[in-house]
């Protein structure tokens, strides 16, 4: 273990947001409350307060983006290559954040929390919650928690690339720049398609009972086949003949059978399914689609362009060649409909042919870009705090 | 109903391939026998019997590939667009062909079939068969119950393609043309992942029982969930985006449950599923996406050169450029291998952004091509023929 590594020893923290009768009222029309918020830092908020990092997670994420719970830890945090002593996210130079969503289920309100109204588990009672819910309650959490007023960067990648968006949109004045990576201004046919899928998966399972499961056997075959499709589609051609081919698995030939795989794609995409399903909860998957699904910045204010009238940041739009879930076309959209209200606006379309997740692993031109951005950023931010 | 349409009214007919003890012995080392072969035939073979087009269907068809079973038929068969009077492959000029593979599950003997050694539903005692297998079925159909020692053309698309191919290396001398459309030679791993993903979601029902659910009720919802899967991947983001874009079902906006679909996308996709397991059985969806899964001319031959070195056929290969399941380069592979061999080897890439799915539907430089082939290797054979 490196010295850097021994530093960053976080831990979950928790906040609650509203106690009733002050409970959120959702996009949806219910209400929700009270709200917890998981959460991690990682480093010093600086004296001015003006070096705070928001991180966004995606659809499977959590709270704990970096570091380890503890020494014995095996695996760190979800973006480790990207967040910790001097890495792009340099926490010793950022005030690092991230919550888990809520809707999730790993400490933050969702559909296995507790329902206060009756002492058991929401189950399919939570209520929907989009990502503009999502955002009131991190925003919520950013002011009357941390006390933040500004944050230096709100980033994220994919799902969590569509909170970015709309943190800028909703909060202009506290995201001093938005770095979306790999993300949408809605989602298309096809990846609506892909999730409806996987959630027919997990309602085919008999084991879900209409999401009222807690306590008994889940359906963990159903998400471990909605985590398949959804892992397909995280990869490309390309990155999947590399890493896998046609190659057999422990085995000279073919089984001609349907027991253990023949290739080892296929027990990759096995394992997968395994490992998740001891992580994450069937109906926190269906409630985190469905507001993947649900995200239209189009459709919420008319065009693109008027999404984006009142925005204050400045923005680095990152999309990957190779990410044909949300193809760099998607992004190019949401870089014209800046411009278009003369926002100052970077686009950086990476080659790669690794597919859409590909931002969650080791990738040296993402890292320049994020590095050179928050730098830019710091600068920036310090500029205009000298000028008032 | 028009003219052309009333004149294709045909009938499924059957054929027994081998009575114990002339059983089949397979790829994969078992023997199966007796064998049923359903098949449908149109147009009148000519005196020189020298205009016999043999069609190989794909993952889900079936014999019936063209006109109807009676003027009261909803539906034609698959390929109706293709193949009828006046259409490409002219069945007032060509006599055409088409048998259910084995292993399926339309006339055919597959794994709903009655095994004889115990009277009872073969279920997952049905043993592995390949696409070698299943050519070698159809080649046994062709001479000993239509009695042809040669075919026109052997045509057919995806996992027809790759009958066609196995076709012109196992029987050089009987294929005068090949025409596989939007084929490979071997699977990649993103598509044998789907197909494992498809698969995953059949083994997760319970009413699959291990195959055993003859007489039972089927794993209709597993078997959805991988229709579902596979359909998706016929398409593309353009023709999704074209045919349902972010269109909601039937409703003002959105529901914010998990009740009926949101998304045009969703119905689609349920209605494709649900429709899908009425007319085909699981077992047999495991059993043939098992077979493509197996077929790699490429490992059987050593190296692609390699496998068409005895082939006498002329090639019309065609891919999709809106292909990303069998992508164009796939196609491009086989036809250097096929030019390495100083094979007559055409090949043509057709810009479509609809999909892999798109040879099935109407497209009219799709049809030129096939019809202007068919015209030259008609004049060819006839040629050669005279020559003699």
């Avoid at 910045?297 to 009238?309: M, N, P, R």
């Avoid at 870009?369 to 008032?388: A, M």
Wanted: proline share 5%; with cysteine.
């Amino acid at each position: 273990m490196s010295d850097s590594d021994r530093e960053l020893i976080v831990e979950t923290q928790y906040w609650r947001f509203a106690e009733p009768p002050d409970r959120l009222k959702l996009r949806c029309g219910e209400e929700l409350g009270p709200i917890d918020v998981a959460y991690e830092t990682y480093g010093e908020l600086s004296e001015r307060k003006d070096n705070a990092v928001l991180i966004c997670h995606a659809l499977t994420g959590d709270a704990h983006v970096a570091g380890r719970h503890s020494a014995q830890d095996e695996k760190p945090g979800w973006w480790d290559v990207m967040v910790g002593p001097g890495k792009p996210i340099d926490t010793s130079r950022y005030f690092v954040v991230c919550t888990n969503l809520i809707g999730g289920c790993k400490g933050s309100t969702g559909p296995s929390s507790i329902n206060p109204e009756n002492g058991k588990p929401y189950a399919l009672d939570f209520p929907m919650v989009t990502v503009r819910d999502m955002v009131r309650v991190q925003h919520a959490f950013v002011r009357n928690c941390l006390g933040l007023e500004r944050l230096l960067c709100v980033i994220g990648g994919s799902f969590g690339g569509m909170q970015v968006l709309q943190w800028s949109i909703d909060y202009p004045e506290m995201v001093y720049a938005a770095l979306p990576i790999a993300t949408t201004s809605r989602l298309s046919a096809l990846a609506i398609a892909f999730d409806e899928v996987g959630r027919q998966a997990i309602y085919s399972d008999p084991n879900w009972r209409g999401g009222d499961y807690y306590g008994r056997k889940p359906p963990h075959r159903g998400l471990a086949v909605a985590r398949m499709i959804g892992h397909v589609t995280y990869l490309s051609d390309q990155s999947m003949h590399e890493k896998f081919g046609r190659g057999l698995q422990d085995r000279p030939g073919f089984g001609y059978d349907f027991g253990p795989p023949d290739f080892q794609v296929e027990s990759y995409l096995r394992h997968q399914g395994d490992a998740f399903v001891q992580r994450f909860d069937a109906n926190s998957y269906l409630y985190i689609t469905k507001a993947m699904d649900y995200f239209d910045l189009v459709s919420d204010y008319g065009t693109l362009i008027k999404a984006f009238e009142q925005v204050r940041s400045r923005y680095l739009i990152i999309s990957f060649s190779g990410d044909w879930l949300f193809p760099s076309y998607q992004s190019r959209e949401i870089v014209r409909a800046l411009q278009a209200n003369a926002v100052l606006a970077s686009f950086c379309e990476i080659e790669s042919g690794y597919g859409h997740d590909v931002f969650l692993v080791k990738n040296p031109a993402l890292e320049n870009i994020i590095t050179n951005f928050l730098n830019n950023c710091q600068d920036g931010i310090r500029g205009v705090s000298q000028c008032r």
